[in-house]
C-alpha cells in the first residue's frame, strides 16, 4: 500500500512513500484501485473499487472514476491521508501463480 493526499480543486491524487516523499505511482488507465483510512476526500469511499482514467498526469498523479471508462470522478475536499492499494483482477492472479510455478 502507498499513501495518497488529493486536491479537490483538480480532482488529482498524488501517490507518496513513507516519509511524505511524492513517489511513481505505476498506474495505467484502467487499473482499478480501492482505499484504506482516508480522511477527508468527501466523494471518496474506503473499500470501494474505482477506475485509473488518467495515469499519465504525472508519475505520481492520476485521476479516476467510479466507472470502468466513466467520467472523472469530483471529491469535494482535499484527501489529507489515506493508503492506496491496486486491484489485481483473479485471472491475473492466476496467471501470476501459475507462471511462478505455485
Do not use: Q
Not at 31 to 42: A, E, I, M
Amino acid at each position: 500500500m502507498r499513501y495518497v493526499l488529493g486536491e479537490a480543486d483538480t480532482n488529482v491524487i498524488s501517490v507518496l512513500d513513507g516519509e511524505g516523499d511524492v513517489v511513481n505511482h505505476g498506474l495505467r488507465v484502467g487499473d482499478r484501485v480501492y482505499f484504506l483510512g482516508v480522511s477527508g476526500g468527501t466523494g471518496l469511499s474506503n473499500g470501494t473499487l474505482y477506475y485509473v482514467i488518467s495515469g499519465g498526469l504525472t508519475s505520481s498523479a492520476f485521476k479516476l472514476s467510479a466507472t470502468d471508462g466513466g467520467g472523472e470522478l469530483n471529491f469535494t475536499s482535499d484527501i489529507t491521508a489515506g493508503r492506496m492499494s491496486r486491484r489485481i483482477s483473479g485471472a491475473l492472479r492466476a496467471n501470476r501463480h501459475r507462471i511462478a510455478g505455485d
